[in-house]
Nanobody, 125 residues
Framework: VQLVESGGGMVQPGGSLRLSCAAS????????MSWVRQAPGKGPEWVSG????????YYADSVKGRFTISRDNAKNTLYLQMNSLKPEDTALYYCASLMPGVDITTTSLKDFGSWGQGTQVTVSS
């Protein structure tokens, strides 16, 4: 079971990035998936979630209207399109598969079936 994030980097405020999360070793299309981020010195923050089919998406208020989560089950890949980035979006972003029945906004590792190592996003001028 493996999740590998990519697409992070440094961007100026107002810029955009697209994160990807490549999944392997499990039936990706059967799982709710989430993006979670953690800024230096802070606890994990749930960012966004999506149901197995991709038809239902969920966002934290802090990113609503700026970020878009999506998935391609044929490619076993999860995405996060991030627009209008702000310095407060700076964090390590990681994807996670969720255990059945848990709250999609969870940030507890015990609720994750698997999670990646993360990709760093830095928003700075």
């Amino acid at each position: 079971v493996q999740l590998v994030e990519s697409g992070g980097g440094m961007v100026q405020p107002g810029g955009s990035l697209r994160l990807s999360c490549a999944a392997s070793g499990f039936t990706f299309s059967s799982y709710h998936m989430s993006w979670v981020r953690q800024a230096p010195g802070k606890g994990p923050e749930w960012v966004s979630g999506i149901n197995p089919g991709g038809g239902s998406t969920y966002y934290a208020d802090s990113v609503k209207g700026r970020f878009t989560i999506s998935r391609d089950n044929a490619k076993n890949t999860l995405y996060l399109q991030m627009n209008s980035l702000k310095p407060e979006d700076t964090a390590l972003y990681y994807c996670a598969s969720l255990m059945p029945g848990v709250d999609i906004t969870t940030t507890s590792l015990k609720d994750f079936g698997s999670w990646g190592q993360g990709t760093q996003v830095t928003v700075s001028s």
